[in-house]
């Protein structure tokens, strides 16, 4: 949300059903937006992302868009990896656990 600059957690993950009226097609389009608007955010910060996302019109199934929202999910840790290293992290949580947030 904070890379972004969304106010809710967006809709990205594919194994869950985000719209569960949509036909597939309209289903890879979709969770493609979200994976274009989370790397268009990533390449604000991360310079030279060799991630090229399929056409909602490609062939590619639903299940194989999972490859790039692991992608995805990895660069967004490294990029909060590497806001929690410069201190422009904080945690949320208690004195057992906490996830950190730019």
């Known amino acids: 949300m904070t890379?972004?600059?969304a106010s809710y957690c967006?809709?990205?993950k594919v194994s869950r059903r985000y719209w569960p009226d949509s036909v597939p097609a309209e289903r890879r389009a979709n969770l493609l937006a979200q994976f274009q608007r989370i790397l268009s955010a990533l390449k604000d910060e991360i310079h030279d992302i060799p991630i090229e996302l399929p056409?909602?019109?490609s062939a590619v199934s639903?299940?194989?868009l999972?490859?790039?929202e692991d992608s995805l999910?990895?660069?967004v840790c490294a990029w909060v990896g590497s806001k929690y290293l410069e201190g422009d992290a904080v945690p949320y949580g208690d004195h057992t656990t906490a996830i950190w947030v730019p």
């Open 10 to 12: 967006l809709p990205y």
């Open 66 to 68: 999972k490859r790039y």
């Open 3 to 5: 890379l972004t600059g």
């Open 62 to 64: 639903t299940l194989g």
């Open 73 to 75: 999910d990895a660069l």
């Open 55 to 57: 056409q909602a019109t």
